[in-house]
């Protein structure tokens, strides 16, 4: 079909121009589609007789399943067919909440056939979140396992409820029949390019959730975008270490490398163990590892040299890498590990792709199919301010906009840009280097600062995991900052430490970025692993200055530091 081929001209030619990032990016455009349905008109073309692993799932005790695209297609024709017999019709929303199990990418592609809406959730949440989605999201259907059905006990709902596992509790209908459907699917219909296809619930760093709708074309061809950042070519193993339930999880365990023909590899874990990690990825030749700043800081306390492994390309992900991490793996394998950027609302906006020089401590630069400016606070294109997509022409990676909320979504795609909330700065070659969230940059001394600027030098210190920079008020300076942390473990937090890491950010920061108070504590996160800095600024906020906190320590409280 004509729409089919322009999708497969645009992956095929990012594919040629993989090393290549001048060419693509001019020469680049997204395919025009009106019908599209990813699983039907490209995935099972593709699997057709087709016996390359699709994807390869190794679990923590040696057991494995690895089927082929061939085995995935059949097998999520009969799971659409068991889809069906339940009840579940185009439009319907269907939320997904599965750990990394074969059955949950049957599921996706059985859901993407019937033209149902998913709404993917991870396994962590609890009844209040469960209850939000049900209501919000207008939730018809529900999948999860046997273990986790209980959660739903007191969620009332007009829902059916089907579980993945032995022996589902009363009023749930059990999966494992969907496998004894028939493998012939016959669609009811045609997808619309522009039909909706899931709805994420964003893991609200600074506010409850965001219903973010995606359509049949801006996630299956908008990862087109995400597919050249990683640098994927047909044959490649790609891990990609992300729960399910975000949407970085649709990005690199579905999409982008499923887009170009590569095995998708998981391996499951109840508790990450960096050298278990690589030496699975030894053994099962893992080519492309993409992974969050916290498994890369986990990582580099392993010897990386003792394990023989057979990575092309390695990619941060989720929040901005700090320097040190990328220079460790370097040292070790020689290989960078290549930074991107994007949001649930989109796919890969920025990166650094492969063949290109990366810059230290940069994001990359625009990915094709995206015009990326930086606005000033007056709507002005500057060299420094929030990052901004223009939307003329409207690029094919971005969601429908927010679940009913017609405002919200206005106002982020006002004045011809969609808006990101994300600060940037951008150099003469068109790098982009993060600065953090435009809710997150504060003034201190009528100067600037940079929460993550601050952050990536203070896990520098070897004591320090993790830390969350917010402003603290000042009677003087009106602010100062402030860096709650959480230390590795071995290090007992009191005032030697805190003044070693105070005299730490003394000689590697400027003075008037300096770290002028430091707070020892487990660190508050979203859902998905984000630290929550509207949390601590709060904290601060409506503090007291009369009196420390527990674990805390100012740089006036040290005689040799002032």
């Not at 109840?270 to 030894?282: G, M, N, P």
């Not at 990366?358 to 630069?365: C, E």
């Not at 005299?503 to 970025?513: I, Q």
Request: with cysteine; aromatic share 10%.
């Amino acid at each position: 079909m004509p729409y089919t081929q322009g999708f497969g001209d645009a992956r095929d030619m990012l594919l040629a121009q993989r090393a290549h990032y001048d060419v693509a990016y001019r020469d680049f455009r997204w395919p025009v589609l009106t019908h599209f349905n990813w699983a039907l008109d490209f995935f099972d073309p593709q699997a057709q007789d087709n016996g390359t692993p699709a994807l390869w799932v190794v679990e923590e005790d040696g057991r494995e399943a690895r089927l082929s695209f061939a085995e995935m297609s059949a097998r999520s024709n009969r799971v659409a067919n068991f889809l069906r017999a339940q009840g579940v019709a185009r439009g319907d929303r269907v939320l997904l909440m599965l750990p990394n199990q074969v059955e949950l990418w049957d599921l996706m592609l059985a859901c993407m056939k019937l033209g149902a809406v998913m709404i993917p959730a991870t396994t962590l949440l609890v009844a209040g979140d469960l209850a939000d989605r049900l209501e919000r999201g207008c939730v018809r259907h529900v999948v999860t396992t046997t273990r986790d059905a209980v959660k739903f006990n007191d969620l009332p709902g007009d829902y059916r409820r089907i579980a993945v596992g032995d022996y589902p509790p009363d009023g749930w209908t059990s999966l494992t029949p969907a496998y004894d459907a028939s493998e012939q699917f016959t669609p009811a219909g045609v997808t619309l390019a522009t039909d909706p296809l899931l709805l994420y619930f964003t893991s609200g760093t600074t506010s409850r959730p965001k219903l973010v709708l995606h359509t049949h074309q801006s996630y299956p061809v908008g990862h087109l975008a995400t597919m050249y950042w990683i640098g994927l070519q047909p044959g490649d193993v790609h891990w990609n270490i992300s729960s399910p339930g975000w949407a970085k999880h649709a990005w690199s365990c579905f999409f982008a490398p499923w887009n170009a023909g590569a095995t998708i590899f998981i391996y499951n874990f109840s508790r990450f163990d960096a050298r278990a990690a690589l030496e699975t990825a030894a053994r099962c030749e893992v080519t492309t590892l993409c992974a969050p700043p916290t498994v890369w800081r986990m990582m580099i306390q392993e010897d990386l040299t003792r394990h023989a492994v057979k990575f092309r390309e390695l990619i941060g992900a989720g929040e901005p890498l700090n320097p040190e991490v990328i220079d460790q793996v370097k040292r070790a394998w020689n290989i960078t590990i290549r930074d991107g950027y994007g949001q649930t609302e989109t796919c890969c906006q920025i990166g650094n792709s492969p063949g290109q020089t990366v810059k230290a401590g940069a994001m990359g630069r625009p990915m094709p199919g995206y015009r990326v400016v930086l606005l000033d606070p007056d709507g002005a294109e500057a060299d420094e301010g929030e990052v901004a997509l223009v939307l003329s022409p409207r690029p094919t990676g971005l969601m429908q906009g927010y679940e009913d909320d017609s405002e919200k979504t206005a106002y982020a795609m006002r004045d011809g840009y969609y808006h990101t909330g994300d600060v940037a700065m951008r150099d003469d070659r068109g790098y982009f280097t993060y600065v953090g969230r435009a809710d997150d940059v504060f003034k201190a001394s009528d100067y600037r600062i940079s929460p993550f600027e601050l952050e990536s030098e203070l896990i520098k210190h070897p004591a320090v995991a993790e830390a969350g920079v917010v402003p603290s008020p000042d009677p003087l300076r009106l602010a100062v900052p402030k860096a709650f942390i959480t230390l590795r473990s071995g290090f007992q937090a009191d005032d030697k430490l805190a003044l070693d890491i105070l005299r730490f950010c003394r000689d590697h920061l400027a003075p008037y970025k300096r770290i002028r108070r430091i707070e020892f504590c487990d660190l508050p996160k979203t859902i998905s692993g984000k630290i929550r800095r509207v949390e601590l600024r709060r904290t601060e906020e409506g503090r007291s200055l009369e009196a420390r906190r527990e674990m805390e320590f100012w740089d006036v409280d040290f005689a040799d530091l002032k």
